[in-house]
């Protein structure tokens, strides 16, 4: 059984909380203990970041020696990819092909990313003044607090880590005290890719303490946090409280409409894929699927028949598709929006633990009674999907933006009038159209209404993780007023 320390400046350091118990969910054994970050841990990463970054030495590192610091980052996450993977797995569930074939890979490419990013980075020049010169230039914010999710915490700790240094500034990062065995040995390997001691730092706990603290430590200057929706309310309210930047990517209960004339069998891998990778744990899950009247019958046979075949079980095992949920409290917490009666919704498969160790959970498909069923609307986070039929575009499109959430949909349709239609009808940050998810990092990701604000993507990260500064030079000397001559 391990123990997991903070790293900060490049040493583990004993923090000196109570322990949090890490559990393996797919055999419900202990695997490691988390000494909880107390208010000294905490303060002392952030105070070596608060150096790091006065320092200056990666900050005025030229933009060619930190480009190649963070493809070393990439590197040396590639050649671990196999250990991470393994971490990963034990601490979260989630199949040991999908890590190690996406979030691990993704992790690389964020770094790459940014790398390339800021070696195209420009300034701003203003020649219309006759007498002036004005250029806009961006600068780092300085210290930034990073608070990381559960359900994927190597693929999107990584994203935060590398946009935040990209552009010269230190971290402190915080994982999910439910999966952080993945991103204390990511933090671990960037500390051998030639990162100045300090720039980034770990600390370990729950959000309530140990993130509470970080965000309110007087030496960090920004925020970013992945997660859920309550906890980004008070997040938000917090670091507004301080005049804090901050920016979150919350929840979602994103839409997948299916139009009648959809490529069939794409749209029913894609719908297949929307909610059942990453164990349905993703707040991006096309958890909401429509199908339109004229295909609904044909579709749900055809869903229902495919999940029932879908592999639950061992992690490890190459041909699982779905392992267990993160814990047995949130498998629980699934499992609580089956339909108890025809007045919730019509459970059309599904809907029961599998097995009787570990935190397994059926892939599960609800027709949902109306588009204010509890699980039509709130985010269930888990291999669940609910469905409705619709008849008409309009209808389709109300359906959609009926939520308080904004964070994505999908629209399978051969038509390209209705796919046009459809990506301006639709209330999200992303619309993805006749493809299951993909991420394009040169573009935004963020979500609208209660799924946060802000967002990732070449131009957006710069945008928070730089400040403007302005600068006027005169053309040629001046001929000032000699006041009291």
């Not at 055999?27 to 841990?41: F, G, R, Y």
């Not at 230190?170 to 960037?190: D, F, R, T, W």
């Not at 609800?366 to 209808?395: H, S």
């Amino acid at each position: 059984m391990d123990t997991i320390t903070a790293l900060i400046a490049g040493e583990k350091v004993a923090s000196g909380g109570a322990p949090i118990a890490i559990i393996d969910p797919a055999t419900d054994t202990l695997v490691a203990e988390l000494p909880e970050a107390d208010d000294a841990t905490v303060d002392r990463a952030v105070l070596a970041a608060r150096r790091a970054f006065d320092d200056g030495s990666w900050r005025f590192m030229p933009v060619e020696a930190r480009q190649a610091v963070l493809r070393r980052c990439a590197e040396l996450i590639e050649a671990s990819a196999d250990t991470l993977a393994d971490i990963e797995c034990t601490n979260t569930g989630l199949p040991l092909a999908q890590i190690r074939g996406r979030s691990v890979l993704r992790a690389a490419d964020n770094f790459r990313f940014f790398a390339d990013y800021i070696g195209q980075a420009t300034g701003r020049l203003y020649e219309q003044h006759p007498d002036y010169l004005t250029m806009v230039r961006r600068e780092p914010v300085g210290v930034a607090a990073l608070i990381s999710p559960w359900n994927s915490p190597i693929a999107l700790g990584s994203m935060k880590v590398a946009s935040a240094i990209a552009f010269g500034n230190s971290c402190v990062l915080k994982p999910s005290e439910q999966a952080p065995l993945g991103i204390s040995k990511l933090v671990e390997l960037l500390g051998e890719a030639g990162l100045p001691e300090g720039v980034v730092n770990l600390v370990n706990g729950r959000g309530a303490t140990t993130g509470d603290r970080l965000i309110r430590h007087p030496e960090v200057d920004l925020v970013s946090f992945t997660g859920g929706t309550p906890t980004g309310r008070v997040i938000m309210r917090t670091a507004g409280e301080l005049l804090k930047p901050a920016e979150v990517e919350l929840g979602g209960k994103s839409a997948n409409i299916i139009f009648d004339d959809a490529d069939f069998e794409a749209a029913l891998d894609g719908a297949l894929l929307g909610i059942f990778t990453n164990n349905g744990q993703q707040c991006l899950a096309g958890s909401r699927i429509l199908v339109q009247r004229g295909i609904a019958d044909r579709f749900i046979e055809a869903f229902v028949e495919r999940a029932r075949r879908i592999k639950v079980g061992d992690p490890r095992d190459p041909a699982t598709v779905i392992g267990p949920m993160v814990s047995q409290r949130h498998m629980q917490h699934v499992l609580s929006f089956v339909p108890g009666s025809a007045a919730e919704g019509e459970l059309l498969t599904g809907g029961c633990r599998a097995g009787d160790t570990g935190a397994y959970v059926e892939p599960t498909l609800v027709r949902a009674a109306d588009r204010d069923a509890r699980l039509f609307q709130e985010e269930i986070f888990g291999p669940f999907a609910a469905l409705m039929v619709f008849d008409t575009d309009d209808e389709a499109y109300a359906l959609a933006n009926h939520s308080r959430f904004g964070l994505v949909s999908y629209v399978w349709s051969q038509s390209l009038q209705r796919i046009m239609t459809a990506q301006e009808r639709i209330q999200a940050g992303t619309v993805w159209c006749n493809t299951p998810m993909m991420r394009e990092l040169r573009a935004p990701f963020g979500g609208w209404k209660e799924s946060g604000i802000g967002g990732d993507g070449g131009l957006e990260c710069e945008a928070f993780y730089t400040r403007a500064k302005t600068v006027s030079i005169p053309r040629r000397p001046l001929q000032l007023r000699k006041l009291g001559a």
